[in-house]
């Protein structure tokens, strides 16, 4: 895990405290993420605490405010989960809890995805618009296998996997995420795009939210990531699935098809250089909007 090396800021005129998150704040943080209609579950909110650090806002005794961020390598980090309660927002709390995330990462490259909300904070805090997510989700209905060429197949994930995974993910991605990556590997339903007996590509699934997530979706061009996607919907037909895409990725239509329905529409923002891809591998689903 992560830490802030100046996790406390003093109370301000209208009694609002910042401190470092616990584990014991995890329970309120997920109550707050209820009340404004996220569908993170407690588990959900131990996943990500445990791969990173954040602050909480205090006002007499009750939690107000949540951010967290996680650190990947010594030039990246992800924010995520900035909550602010209902009943205090307007306060200048979500930027005052950006702003003690923010005080020790340097010239690192920060990565998060905003609200339409959320967005002039973010840019007020010199966060530029880098691309944008679309949020799709539904009753997954059974998906037409997709063929592949002479040589590829689809192929559950291995112990041998682990580390190809991991360098795929950080080629995508444009940053190092081995912990997350490897987390998710014990934590996820995961299937290889292989060419050759090499991995080219990966899915993943796990229980996230109100059932199903689909991410990250890593592969070297469109039908690569539709053959690992079919595969997965087709596995849970009839189950809520949800996935988070890249725009441009030209999925959208095609997951509609398969009765996974757009219902958001986040802003991908980054302050510092923007992580460079390598050619030849994309990604195609976040793990989270929170993670990246």
Same mark, same amino acid.
């Given at each position: /895990? &992560?830490?802030?090396?100046?996790?406390?800021?003093?109370?301000?005129?209208?009694?609002?405290?910042?401190?470092?998150?616990?584990?014991?704040?995890?329970?309120? =943080?997920?109550?707050?993420?209820?009340?404004? #209609?996220?569908? #993170?579950?407690?588990?959900?909110?131990?996943?990500?605490?445990?791969?990173?650090s954040g602050v909480v806002?205090?006002?007499?005794?009750?939690?107000?405010?949540?951010?967290?961020?996680?650190?990947?390598?010594?030039?990246?980090?992800?924010?995520?989960?900035?909550?602010?309660? $209902?009943?205090?927002?307007?306060?200048?709390?979500?930027?005052?809890?950006?702003?003690?995330?923010?005080?020790?990462?340097?010239?690192?490259?920060?990565?998060?995805?905003?609200?339409?909300?959320?967005?002039? *904070?973010?840019?007020?805090?010199?966060?530029?618009?880098?691309?944008?997510?679309?949020? #799709?989700?539904?009753?997954?209905?059974?998906? $037409?296998?997709?063929?592949?060429?002479?040589?590829?197949?689809?192929?559950? &994930?291995?112990?041998?996997?682990?580390?190809?995974?991991? %360098?795929?993910?950080?080629?995508?991605?444009? /940053?190092? %995420?081995?912990?997350?990556?490897?987390?998710?590997?014990?934590? &996820?339903?995961?299937?290889?795009?292989? #060419?050759?007996?090499?991995?080219?590509?990966?899915?993943?699934?796990?229980?996230?939210?109100?059932?199903?997530?689909?991410?990250?979706?890593?592969?070297?061009?469109?039908?690569?990531?539709?053959?690992?996607?079919?595969?997965?919907?087709?596995?849970?037909?009839?189950?809520?699935?949800r996935i988070d895409i890249?725009?441009?990725?030209?999925?959208?239509?095609?997951?509609? =098809?398969?009765?996974?329905?757009?219902?958001? =529409? $986040?802003?991908?923002?980054?302050?510092?250089?923007?992580?460079? $891809?390598?050619?030849?591998?994309?990604?195609?689903? *976040?793990?989270?909007?929170?993670?990246?």
């Amino acid at each position: /895990m &992560s830490t802030l090396n100046q996790p406390v800021a003093p109370s301000s005129t209208d009694g609002v405290v910042l401190r470092a998150m616990e584990a014991s704040d995890l329970e309120a =943080a997920h109550g707050l993420s209820l009340a404004v #209609h996220w569908p #993170h579950r407690l588990a959900d909110w131990q996943a990500a605490y445990q791969l990173g650090s954040g602050v909480v806002a205090e006002r007499d005794g009750e939690l107000v405010g949540t951010a967290l961020r996680w650190n990947w390598g010594p030039q990246h980090a992800t924010l995520g989960l900035v909550i602010v309660d $209902p009943r205090c927002q307007g306060r200048r709390i979500g930027f005052r809890l950006m702003q003690v995330l923010l005080q020790d990462l340097g010239d690192r490259t920060v990565l998060l995805h905003a609200t339409a909300e959320g967005r002039g *904070l973010y840019e007020r805090l010199g966060f530029v618009r880098t691309g944008e997510v679309r949020q #799709h989700q539904g009753v997954a209905q059974s998906a $037409p296998l997709v063929a592949l060429g002479e040589g590829w197949r689809l192929r559950p &994930s291995g112990q041998n996997d682990v580390f190809p995974l991991i %360098r795929l993910d950080a080629q995508a991605r444009g /940053m190092p %995420r081995e912990a997350l990556i490897t987390e998710l590997l014990a934590a &996820s339903d995961t299937v290889v795009l292989d #060419h050759d007996g090499q991995a080219c590509g990966f899915a993943m699934m796990r229980r996230f939210g109100r059932g199903l997530i689909i991410g990250p979706v890593v592969a070297p061009d469109a039908e690569g990531a539709k053959a690992l996607i079919a595969h997965l919907v087709g596995l849970n037909a009839g189950k809520f699935v949800r996935i988070d895409i890249d725009f441009d990725s030209g999925l959208a239509e095609w997951l509609e =098809a398969l009765g996974l329905m757009r219902v958001d =529409a $986040p802003t991908e923002m980054m302050r510092g250089p923007v992580p460079a $891809p390598v050619a030849g591998v994309r990604r195609y689903a *976040l793990v989270t909007q929170a993670l990246g």
